[in-house]
C-alpha cells in the first residue's frame, strides 16, 4: 500500500499547483458555455420564467445568461489576473463563484426543483448531480478565491 501511496504521490506532485487550475477552467468555461447557449434570449426562455412565476422574467433571463457568461469569464480570469494582482484577482475569483452559487441555487429551486439526486429518471439524476457540482464548485472559489 505504502509503495503504491508513493509511487502515485511521485506522479502527482508536479502537477498539484495546476489542480485548482482545472477546477477553475472546468467552472469556467461551463458557466461560460450555459449563459452563451442562452444568446440570444428567447422568447420561450422568457415565457417559462414567467410561468414560473419569475417577475420581470424578460429582466431575468437577460441577467441569469449574462451572470452565467460573465461570472464563468470572472472565475477564469479572476485566478490570471491573482498571479499579477492578487487582492483585484482574489476578488474576481470570489464575487464570480458567489455568482455561480446565487445563479445555481435559483437554479435548483426553480428549473431542477422536481429532480433529485438520488430519485427520477436516469437523466435527471445525472444532470441535477451536474448542477450541485457547479453549486459546490462556485461555493469553492467564494470560499476560498484565489488562496492556495
Sequence with gaps: MNKLNNFLEQ?????????TCLLRIGLGTSFFLHGYGKIPIQQSFIDWLASKGIPFADTTAHLVAWGEILSGIGI???GLIGVKAHVIGN???RLSGGAVMVIMIGALLIAHSNWSIFFGERGSILFASEQL?????GTYFAIKGNEK
Design 11 to 19: 506522479l502527482a506532485s508536479p502537477l498539484k499547483k495546476y489542480s
Design 91 to 93: 476578488l474576481i475569483t
Design 133 to 137: 457540482f457547479l453549486l459546490l464548485l
Design 76 to 78: 477564469i480570469l479572476g
